[in-house]
């Protein structure tokens, strides 16, 4: 399997890529990892004239937090493992660790990028639900300037996003998860490696000194067009302990809103039935983490 | 558009002139002739072309040749050494990990991966250290058992060396 031929650009600086891709325009795709954009150029799905690597700009590189926010900044071009794998992250932001961890495989983890995740803006994309959940802010620099899009916003349907194409996603936001918060990516495929999700559940919870549940996020994955919140799980959680009625209520409140489709790796009706079945077990892990300081 | 990067490959530099819409597993088995490492899928479903590129076990069909330049990368013909064949590629021969071979390279080099990070793994931490190699022989377990027994005696090694 061939690669067409395209002329090759790897930028040193921010600058000299941005000044690269206003040049070509659309007629320029932006190599990240490469796990799908190669891809999808051998099987001929695009025949880009011109492709710009990212993988030699500093400015996009790197892991790091801040000492007093806690708030912690991944630069674009940060493989999947390497998240997967970070102590920080692990600890304080588990579920983006988690959901990493479910991407691809090992050797796939090794070139995939968190940008590239994003970018590529698929509906059962494994950082997605995790993304949304910790209320991550992308940053998307272009020829005047950079703007923070919040990532619900950020994508709008299958493998499109509001990033023009004189835009690079350069960085990429989370403020620090107040204590009592627990996180939690569940993702149900047939096998599990290599594997694009059936379904996938992301839910965030914090709890008061009582054990009612204090704040919620729930996003699902693979069940429309782009990951989804489920605001109306998330309002029956909020104000309630996470006992059996608040379970079953907020379970059923996130089958009942999703409309999934049918298709190759599930029919909608059984979706439906997993998003209601993966809620219900995700609020009571995130709960259990909650308590046991496991964001 | 050709152009001319240096890759150290298995200890040796080679400066190479490359299309751009090559591969580094093509670049690997048609420029440099080592052809132990292979192409299947070619699209990062299979990890036969697996190799190790700055450490870590990647997809060599989904790097370009012209991403390589400037790193290091160790294919499975690295591994031998001045005492034969690596404790793995003996452990995989010995235990009958080995059928028709396809997969053996790219196994190997994510298994040498995994026990560098973690020379004492359970079968399941081997189990997902290759869960991006396909094997369609052996049904998995007699390689599971040969990353174990290459496990034990990479540590016994390991500890005759130091003592």
Redesign the interface.
């Known amino acids: 399997m061939l690669l067409p031929k395209f002329t090759f650009h790897e930028p040193e600086t921010l600058d000299e890529c941005l000044s690269l891709l206003d040049r070509y325009g659309s007629d320029a795709a932006v190599l990240a990892g490469g796990t799908d954009l190669l891809v999808n150029m051998k099987k001929g799905l695009i025949r880009p004239s011109v492709v710009v690597s990212l993988s030699r700009v500093g400015e996009l590189q790197g892991i790091s937090t801040d000492g007093d926010s806690g708030k912690l900044r991944l630069g674009s071009m940060v493989t999947m493992d390497a998240i997967a794998t970070h102590q920080v992250i692990k600890k304080h932001f588990s579920i983006l660790a988690q959901g990493a961890q479910r991407l691809g495989s090992p050797l796939i983890r090794n070139r995939a990028t968190i940008g590239g995740n994003l970018v590529t803006a698929r509906p059962a994309a494994d950082s997605h639900g995790p993304l949304i959940c910790l209320g991550a802010q992308i940053e998307l620099t272009g020829p005047s300037g950079s703007r923070k899009v919040p990532v619900e916003d950020f994508f709008q349907g299958p493998g499109t996003s509001v990033r023009r194409s004189n835009e690079v996603l350069t960085q990429i936001t989370i403020d620090k998860i107040p204590p009592k918060c627990g996180g939690v990516y569940l993702k149900y495929g047939i096998r599990k490696t290599l594997e694009i999700s059936v379904v996938n559940v992301s839910v965030l919870l914090c709890l008061e000194k009582d054990k009612t549940i204090a704040h919620a996020r729930v996003a699902l994955g693979a069940v429309s067009p782009k990951t989804i919140r489920s605001p109306d799980t998330e309002r029956c959680l909020i104000g309630n302990p996470p006992d059996e009625k608040t379970l079953k209520k907020a379970a059923e409140a996130a089958a009942a809103r999703c409309q999934p489709i049918s298709d190759i790796r599930g029919s909608a009706e059984y979706r439906q039935i997993l998003v209601e079945v993966l809620t219900r077990r995700g609020i009571e892990e995130a709960a259990r983490r909650a308590l046991s300081r496991k964001v | ?1 050709a ?1 001319t990067i240096q890759i150290t490959v298995n200890g040796v530099s080679h400066d190479l002139l490359v ?5 580094l597993a093509q670049v690997i088995r048609e420029d440099l002739g080592l052809t132990g490492t292979k192409q299947g899928c ?4 299979c ?1 036969v072309c ?1 190799v190790i ?1 700055d450490g ?4 060599s069909c ?3 040749a ?2 390589a330049a400037g790193h290091t990368i160790t294919t499975i013909e690295g591994l031998v050494g001045e005492r034969g064949l690596h404790p793995l590629q003996s452990a995989f021969v010995n235990e009958g990990a080995i059928q028709c071979g396809f997969c053996t390279s790219g196994m190997i080099l ?1 298994a040498k991966v995994l026990l560098d990070h973690n020379p004492h793994p359970t079968r399941q931490d081997i189990r ?2 290759i ?3 396909l094997c369609r022989c052996t049904g998995y377990q007699k390689i599971v058992d040969a990353v174990e027994v290459a496990a034990k005696m990479l540590t016994s090694e390991k500890g005759n060396d130091d003592g």
Request: hydrophobic share 30%.
């Open positions: 558009m152009q299309e751009s819409n090559r591969t070619e699209i990062g479903d990890g697996t590129l870590k076990a990647v997809n989904l790097v370009l012209v991403e994510s997902q250290g869960s991006g190699n």
